[in-house]
């Protein structure tokens, strides 16, 4: 995960001074860290008997989609409001910036279901902690979270269900 982590670019005082932003584009263009991204996850997954994945938007739509393919798993995008045509439940939840919420389609996950839960990044765990309550909620048989990056210093992990199973390709 080196190669990958040394394809991530750094973006300093953004969106506000003060914050480095992980630029996970710079990671997602080159082909062979995807391919090292894409085998990372799926070697995470591949026998635990997934049969769903949660990308939340939008950059977790991206791993998200790409796990569930390579395990042979369903995709559920988490959306923002209003994007999911059927009926959806939703939460609300504070994030590093501000406020925000997440909706699932009500039909999404049953209890037949054992779920991973992916986003690109991990750093305050306000937007997994909301979608890991959501997909909760549906009674899967296990939920799993996933991260490609995690920036261990904002301490998101501890904000996350204890229950759940954690893991992050990379952690800074």
Do not use: C, Q, W
Request: glycine share 8%; hydrophobic share 45%; proline share 5%.
């Amino acid at each position: 995960m080196e190669y990958v982590k040394s394809k991530i670019r750094d973006i300093i005082d953004f969106p506000k001074p003060g914050i480095i932003f992980r630029d996970l584009t710079t990671m997602l263009k080159d082909a062979k860290a995807m391919h090292m991204v894409a085998d990372g996850l799926a070697s995470l997954y591949r026998d635990k008997g997934i049969t769903k994945v949660v990308g939340i938007e939008s950059r977790g739509f991206i791993g998200g989609s790409i796990l569930a393919y390579e395990i042979g798993a369903g995709f559920v995008p988490a959306r923002k409001p209003g994007k999911l045509p059927a009926d959806t439940i939703s939460a609300s939840f504070e994030k590093e910036y501000g406020f925000d919420t997440i909706e699932l389609h009500a039909d999404a996950i049953t209890p037949d279901d054992i779920v991973v839960i992916h986003d690109d990044l991990l750093a305050t765990g306000g937007t997994m902690n909301a979608a890991y309550e959501l997909v909760k909620t549906m009674n899967p048989k296990k939920i799993y979270i996933n991260f490609i990056v995690e920036l261990s210093a904002l301490n998101g992990r501890d904000v996350l269900p204890k229950e759940a199973e954690v893991t992050s390709l990379i952690v800074y």
